[in-house]
């Protein structure tokens, strides 16, 4: 299996992992991602659960997706060390630039997204991006770009903090928390988001693939 299928069938784990956690109702649109990704056999290729069928189903899927992720994780370390032809080029980032280039990249979106400059933001998503709103809707890019687009709230401020970053070769994980000022309606809101963001790199760039986002009670 090579990195960048073990790459896409990562992502789509962690779509399906996100989706049994958000609700039974993500299920379905989270083993369409799954299926048309991953190749793979038995594992996770049943038709979608439905009716009274979803709620052990999503325990289930949840526990093997983790399985899984936890798997590719192992495999993608392995192909780094043992082959000798993906070793990194000279001069390319340590583990802590990448992290700086990462968050970078973060404050970089959230101010397009304040700013409302939607053509520059969407250069930032994969073409295949998916997001996991607070309220546990799914959403793919076109869906979430008409939502920033044509949607009756807008965002001042955002101000993010305790961002934390992992990587992975060509993936990395950014984890946070940000502090969003709304104005909805007339009336300014403030909330608290926790939230978790996948980022592969691709021709040389890094986007941002995959976004789960949590809200966090006062």
Request: proline share 3%; aromatic share 6%; net charge neutral.
């Amino acid at each position: 299996m090579g990195v960048k299928s073990v790459l896409k069938i990562l992502a789509a784990a962690l779509v399906l992992l996100a989706a049994a956690s958000a609700g039974a109702e993500e299920v379905g649109p989270a083993f369409d991602i799954w299926k048309r990704e991953t190749s793979l056999s038995g594992l996770l290729l049943r038709p979608a659960p439905k009716g009274r069928q979803m709620r052990g189903a999503i325990m289930r899927i949840a526990i093997e997706a983790t399985l899984l992720a936890a798997s590719l994780f192992t495999l993608l370390g392995q192909a780094s060390a043992q082959s000798p032809t993906q070793t990194e080029p000279q001069g390319s980032s340590s583990a802590a630039s990448v992290a700086d280039e990462i968050k970078a990249l973060e404050l970089k979106s959230d101010k397009l997204i304040v700013t409302a400059d939607w053509d520059e933001y969407e250069k930032l998503l994969t073409f295949d991006f998916t997001r996991i709103l607070c309220d546990g809707k799914l959403e793919n890019k076109k869906e979430t770009m008409v939502s920033f687009r044509g949607g009756p709230r807008k965002l001042i401020v955002i101000e993010p903090d305790d961002l934390q970053v992992r990587t992975y070769g060509e993936i990395a994980v950014l984890q946070g928390r940000s502090t969003i000022w709304v104005r909805e309606s007339g009336h300014l809101n403030t909330k608290i988001e926790r939230y978790t963001e996948l980022f592969v790199k691709q021709d040389g760039q890094w986007k941002l693939a995959v976004q789960q986002q949590t809200t966090v009670g006062k």
